[in-house]
């Protein structure tokens, strides 16, 4: 399942290497670094297996909090509902009557709306800015909402000039409510909360902010903190990966760990062709793992096209092999 809102670093291009290494079976699953929720929405449910997102941007964990409790709430301060005809009446009236999103329903809908979402002004930027709001606050998470669809890459930080058409997210928000019905979503230091959730049956994905390219994100994270991650990592029962940028501050910070190289295009570049170098860091060795590579890719789904939309390169071992198994 897609995101329902656009995100700086978001992972939809490194999908096929994420799952090809993940382990096997775990009985939760951790995302760290949540952001756009893709890795953990692109997960099949897994009978048993625990899931968290988590993000330190309490903006964001908020605005997902009214996607998955405050679903109705959140649709309607963002005016998706407009009443102008008496179509639309009878539109809305059958959505509350039977509470969920019929193909009907959004068949309808569909057609009746030429709605465009308004940008926020600098009045509401401005307070969204000076206030922290409690968990499951709608009017700061619809505000909140079309700050990113209005940004340029989801990034909040510069307007892209572009309207934002309802219907291209109007059921994607609704579909995201039901996937993340029985999510975990907390809004935690990255070291706290693999402190909190760290068992030998644990898998923590984390995609922190790339090291030297923080101006990107909402959220300040020094070198410091780079260090407190690995350091948190190192320590870890469970397994981990993280997806980092190529560069030797990294490649040499996580020397203890398996390192895969790959490269995918660049979207926040204007030349053509222009690629991005990224790296997937793991505690244990997914070699290891070939037995069952065609269960773990099957839970995904994943086509024939989709394994091999890349290359990747293990460029580093450590020199202490992990004795990190699945059994």
């Known amino acids: 399942m897609k995101s329902f809102i656009p995100w700086v670093g978001g992972k939809s291009k490194l999908l096929w290497l994420i799952h090809k290494l993940s382990p096997s079976r775990y009985s939760r699953f951790i995302d760290v670094f949540g952001?756009?929720?893709?890795?953990?929405?692109?997960?099949?449910?897994q009978q048993g297996c625990m899931e968290v997102y988590n993000d330190f941007n309490g903006d964001l964990t908020n605005l997902f909090c009214c996607v998955k409790n405050r679903t109705m709430a959140l649709l309607l301060e963002l005016g998706f509902l407009p009443l102008n005809t008496r179509d639309?009446?009878?539109?809305?009236?059958?959505?509350?009557?039977?509470?969920?999103?019929?193909?009907?329903?959004?068949?309808?809908?569909?057609?009746?709306t030429q709605r465009y979402l308004e940008p926020p002004d600098a009045k509401t930027i401005r307070r969204m800015m000076?206030?922290?709001?409690?968990?499951?606050?709608?009017?700061?998470?619809?505000?909140?909402?079309?700050?990113?669809?209005?940004?340029?890459?989801?990034?909040?930080?510069?307007?892209?000039?572009?309207?934002c058409d309802i219907r291209r997210f109007f059921h994607l928000v609704w579909e995201c409510s039901r996937r993340l019905a029985d999510v975990v979503v907390?809004?935690?230091?990255?070291?706290?909360?693999?402190?909190?959730?760290?068992?030998e049956d644990a898998f923590f994905y984390c995609d922190p902010p790339y090291y030297d390219a923080e101006d990107c994100y909402a959220v300040v994270f020094p070198k410091e903190d780079h260090q407190r991650l690995h350091d948190a990592l190192l320590e870890c029962q469970g397994f981990v990966m993280v997806s980092y940028n190529y560069c030797p501050f990294i490649v040499d910070l996580y020397k203890e760990f398996y390192i895969?190289?790959?490269?995918?295009?660049?979207?926040?570049?204007?030349?053509?062709?222009?690629?991005?170098?990224?790296?997937?860091?793991?505690?244990?060795?997914?070699?290891?793992?070939?037995?069952?590579?065609?269960?773990?890719?099957?839970?995904?789904?994943l086509s024939a096209a989709e394994e091999d939309?890349?290359?990747?390169?293990?460029?580093?071992?450590?020199?202490?092999?992990?004795?990190?198994?699945?059994?």
């Open 35 to 45: 952001g756009s929720g893709t890795v953990t929405l692109s997960r099949p449910i």
């Open 88 to 112: 639309d009446f009878n539109v809305l009236y059958k959505f509350f009557s039977r509470e969920e999103f019929t193909d009907d329903y959004l068949d309808e809908e569909m057609e009746l």
């Open 130 to 163: 000076l206030e922290r709001a409690p968990r499951g606050d709608v009017r700061r998470a619809a505000d909140y909402f079309k700050l990113i669809r209005y940004s340029f890459s989801g990034g909040a930080k510069s307007f892209a000039g572009k309207s």
């Open 186 to 199: 907390e809004n935690k230091d990255c070291v706290d909360l693999i402190r909190q959730y760290d068992r």
């Open 260 to 301: 895969f190289y790959t490269t995918r295009p660049n979207s926040m570049s204007q030349k053509a062709g222009s690629e991005y170098e990224e790296i997937v860091i793991t505690n244990y060795d997914p070699r290891l793992y070939n037995s069952a590579r065609h269960w773990q890719l099957s839970i995904f789904n």
């Open 309 to 327: 939309d890349g290359r990747y390169t293990l460029i580093h071992e450590p020199k202490t092999k992990s004795d990190k198994t699945e059994e």
